[in-house]
């Protein structure tokens, strides 16, 4: 079965430190996608990335940077020179890709809480 | 605004009664979504739409949940008989279908609570 973990519950910084969550998965699947979402207080998932298991490059855009690595189903995620606004609960995500019937079923991890103080 | 929108953000309600939740997709969306969010866990699938087409259905889709999406646009989550259980988040999801797996968009949620 697929599985996701998020081993780091909680994490706090000080702005502008670096901070990466981790993220580790499962999959018996060789085609599958990985998510990140951010939760603010407010509730809504905002999605951050989106990844297939084909493409291995590392990504990064403004402070946020991903590195996905297939040897060790890894996905983490780099928060850089965090900030404030930064403080949320942060999700890892992972689905099927069943391009026959365009199902993606995604199944989350346990999220990390970000604390980020001025 | 154009996100997904979900309706009510709160419901309060006692243990045995009926309760509906409705939510709104991005417009241009065929795939709608639900998914349950208990207290510090991620959320979990519940079931899928594609247009009006009930194609998903998890096995915490309890008989007493019932969804659905007439005419492809909005869609409704009924929970009968409610438990103290079923109080969770509501999360309600849609992405398009460009025949390949793309992001979902969320909306904010339905946080019930069964007193």
């Known amino acids: 079965a697929q599985k996701v973990t998020q081993a780091q519950t909680e994490i706090s910084v000080v702005e502008k430190e670096d901070v990466t969550l981790d993220c580790v998965y499962e999959t018996r699947d060789t085609t599958y996608y990985l998510f990140w979402y951010k939760q603010p207080p407010s509730g809504e998932l905002v999605f951050l990335i989106r990844r297939n298991s084909f493409d291995e490059q590392n990504e990064i855009s403004g402070r946020y940077s991903w590195n996905f690595q297939k040897s060790t189903s890894s996905f983490n995620f780099t928060i850089t020179a965090s900030q404030v606004v930064d403080s949320a609960v942060y999700f890892c995500a992972l689905s099927e890709a069943l391009e026959n019937t365009g199902f993606q079923k995604l199944v989350f991890g346990t999220g990390t809480r970000l604390l980020v103080s001025p | 605004d154009t996100g997904v929108s979900q309706d009510p953000r709160h419901k309060i309600t006692k243990r045995g009664q009926n309760v509906t939740f409705r939510c709104d997709p991005i417009?241009?969306?065929?795939?709608l979504y639900w998914y349950r969010q208990t207290l510090g866990q991620g959320p979990e699938f519940l079931t899928y739409f594609q247009n009006e087409a009930q194609l998903e259905k998890s096995r915490l889709l309890s008989d007493r949940f019932s969804a659905e999406r007439p005419k492809g646009s909005f869609s409704t989550l009924e929970i009968q008989r409610t438990e103290q259980g079923d109080s969770a988040m509501y999360l309600c999801a849609s992405s398009l279908d460009p025949g390949r797996v793309t992001e979902a968009f969320f909306g904010q949620g339905t946080r019930l609570t069964v007193v």
């Open positions: 417009s241009e969306h065929n795939r």
